[in-house]
């Protein structure tokens, strides 16, 4: 059985403004073992973000329990948080924040040099099909090859936790086939624990699971027999 890696119980945020509670997620319960490729699904508004940024130490409960291995997030201050983000998590988001005044190599590097065992920056760019282009600036690749950078730039200091909102959602079909080869290739390689945002249904298939959200819920888990690889998606 392999380690688990995140545990939620009764897991809630209520977001307040005013007079008025929003709750993101009501008494959410999950697992995740280490290794393991999931994807949220599940319509704006249903919890999926929400649960990413408390997994990603982002934001804090209201209420329940979220342990990353023996360790209960819920009961971290800010501080515990930053170290927790740094020396255990990579983000990869819908936009791919590089800094336009650096090169591929010299934005990835940004992240190895506060990182405790970190890749070199070349080879986080070969892990994600980009060693050709390391010395290019943004302005210079695709979107599809700027998302790979910030991949690369995500796992150069070798998260065991990926997290990733809608990693395809600014790119078409063709370009976000080889992001999502991306993920897979490092989930293979290293063994990092991937948790995928996404609105594309489509993308389920190269998961290991797919958990499905409503109403700040989990309300279907699926579990593939097998991943498709990207290449084979029907998108």
């Not at 800094?99 to 920056?121: D, G, Y």
């Not at 080879?123 to 050709?132: H, I, Q, T």
Request: with cysteine; hydrophobic share 40%; glycine share 8%.
């Amino acid at each position: 059985m392999s380690e688990t890696i995140f545990s939620a119980r009764g897991l809630t945020k209520v977001y307040v403004s005013g007079e008025v509670e929003v709750r993101a997620l009501a008494g959410l319960d999950l697992d995740i073992s280490n290794g393991e490729m999931i994807v949220l699904l599940g319509p704006s508004g249903s919890g999926k973000s929400t649960l990413l940024n408390i997994m990603g130490g982002l934001d804090h409960a209201t209420s329940g329990t979220f342990f990353f291995k023996d360790r209960d997030l819920t009961r971290l201050d800010d501080e515990a948080l930053t170290f927790y983000r740094r020396d255990h998590v990579g983000f990869v988001f819908q936009f791919y924040n590089l800094l336009p005044s650096l090169t591929a190599f010299e934005n990835v590097a940004l992240v190895t040099e506060i990182s405790k065992q970190p890749m070199r920056p070349d080879e986080a760019l070969a892990m994600v099909g980009l060693k050709d282009r390391m010395h290019h600036f943004p302005a210079q690749l695709s979107g599809g090859e700027q998302q790979r950078v910030a991949i690369a730039r995500a796992i150069a200091k070798r998260p065991e936790v990926l997290l990733c909102d809608e990693p395809t959602g600014a790119l078409d079909s063709k370009t976000g086939i080889k992001v999502i080869e991306a993920l897979l290739s490092v989930n293979e390689q290293l063994g990092t624990t991937t948790v995928i945002i996404t609105h594309n249904a489509a993308i389920q298939s190269v998961a290991d699971r797919v958990m499905h959200f409503a109403d700040g819920r989990i309300s279907n888990i699926q579990k593939n027999a097998s991943r498709q690889k990207a290449s084979e998606v029907t998108w």
